[in-house]
């Protein structure tokens, strides 16, 4: 399955047909339009860079873009793909990744749960639950799989709970691969809260 999520990795960065020209080597100013240029960039590598560079200077334009009703799929999935590499406090943006839980775009509900890995807690668990039961499409399996990994960092006793509720369930039931790789995240995060359990214990 790696070479799938792979796939849809890069997925989440492909060529816009609308995109502007490649731009400098060099950060432009965070300001809302030349984040939107970055964003929509052809590539996006070079401007995928730039604005982790920038990190929380372009945090004010991340903002305007969540806000922005005319914002397409391939800017908020990118926003949240840049945010996962930023290595400051990105906490802000917590209610807008569980948003994009439900996104109508795959690239968006994917890129979501994979920034809540990284900055959610048990808090913002439960909603990842809903989607390991993501739909059929090769993408929808890819955000399953990534929502099980998700849980394994950031879930709760409950989240256990759930994932034994959904391995007794119908969904992807024909999926043994992602059925397998939910257990297996499962029984990480069971194994993950017993050993908090035992060294809070021990205080």
Known sequence: MKPLI???ATSCIVVLPYGVEESNA???NATDTNVR?????REFKEERQQLIDMAERAFPAFDFVFSDPKANS????????????????????????IV??????????WAAVRLLEDIGSSDEASPVVALLSDGEKVADKVIAYAAA??????????????????LLGSAHRDDQHLRAHVKKCREELDKRLKAAAKAKAKR
């Open 6 to 8: 792979s796939l849809f």
């Open 74 to 97: 391939h800017e908020i999935a990118r926003v949240f793909g840049v945010l996962a590499q930023v290595r400051v406090d990105r906490r802000q943006f917590l209610d807008h990744a």
């Open 149 to 166: 990994k998700t849980l394994s960092v950031i879930g709760g006793r409950r989240e256990v709970t759930a994932m034994d509720a959904w």
């Open 37 to 41: 240029e970055l964003l929509n960039g």
């Open 26 to 28: 060099m950060p432009p």
């Open 100 to 109: 994009g839980l439900a996104h109508s775009d795959a690239s968006v509900r």
